[in-house]
């Protein structure tokens, strides 16, 4: 299985900071990446795919890049609503895997 | 818009089988594949496998591989996942997620999901 290692586990930043995570692949998964952003209680929500698509009414604060092996989420410019738990997720090969998980809090 | 609507919690003992319904509205129902994911307390998010709503072709997870089955019942565009042989590692909340590509060539990322169903294996 294709392990996907995000860092860091936690994040503490402020409301206007920008904030960088990282997410590797243990192989190479090309630019079959999506990022999620999930609040707790309530289902995933995907905010990026094929490494830097912005999925549609996400806000363009958001941005991704990478290839390979090595990806990144970047906020450019954190709003209170942003302040949850990230995943990444490989699907170029099965089983489909996501990263453990980074969560944002507020400093 | 497109919505999927989960059945309800269920709390069921070591050894029994749970079955989760995943209704789906705003879109076609058989043009794209249901993926289901589960997230188990305190741990992130695993794949379980998808379904091919359109011919009821399935891939699953090999971690999964005898203990699920995924169909659907086209008549009332529902999705269904059943796991069998449950312990208390299975305690967890359960999501359908359609995939965003249409079609069946591919698969990509998740763009809808379910609420979640929350699942309590428990003696």
């Known amino acids: 299985d294709i392990q996907m290692t995000q860092s860091p586990s936690t994040l503490s930043a402020s409301v206007g900071d920008r904030v960088t995570i990282t997410c590797r692949a243990s192989q190479s998964i090309n630019s079959w990446l999506a990022w999620y952003q999930q609040k707790p209680g309530k289902a995933p929500k995907v905010l990026i795919y094929k490494t830097s698509s912005l999925e549609s009414g996400v806000p363009s604060t958001f941005s991704g890049s990478g290839s390979g092996t090595e990806f990144t989420l970047t906020i450019s410019s954190l709003q209170p609503d942003d302040f949850a738990t990230y995943y990444c997720q490989q699907y170029k090969t099965y089983p489909y895997t996501f990263g453990q998980g980074t969560k944002l809090e507020i400093k | 818009q497109v919505r999927l609507v989960q059945s309800g919690a269920e709390v069921t003992k070591p050894g029994a089988s749970v079955k989760v319904s995943c209704k789906a509205s705003g879109y076609i129902f058989t043009g794209q594949y249901m993926h289901w994911v589960r997230q188990v307390p305190g741990q992130g998010l695993e794949w379980m496998g998808w379904?091919?709503?359109?011919?009821?072709?399935?891939k699953y997870a090999q971690k999964f591989l005898g203990r699920v089955s995924m169909t659907r019942d086209t008549s009332i565009n529902t999705a269904y996942m059943e796991l069998t042989g449950l312990t208390s590692d299975d305690t967890g909340v359960y999501y359908c997620?359609?995939?965003?590509?249409?079609?069946?060539?591919?698969?990509?990322?998740?763009?809808?999901w379910g609420q979640g169903s929350l699942v309590i294996v428990s003696s």
């Open positions: 379904m091919n709503p359109s011919s009821g072709g399935t």
């Open positions: 997620a359609r995939d965003s590509y249409v079609g069946f060539s591919g698969s990509f990322s998740f763009d809808s």
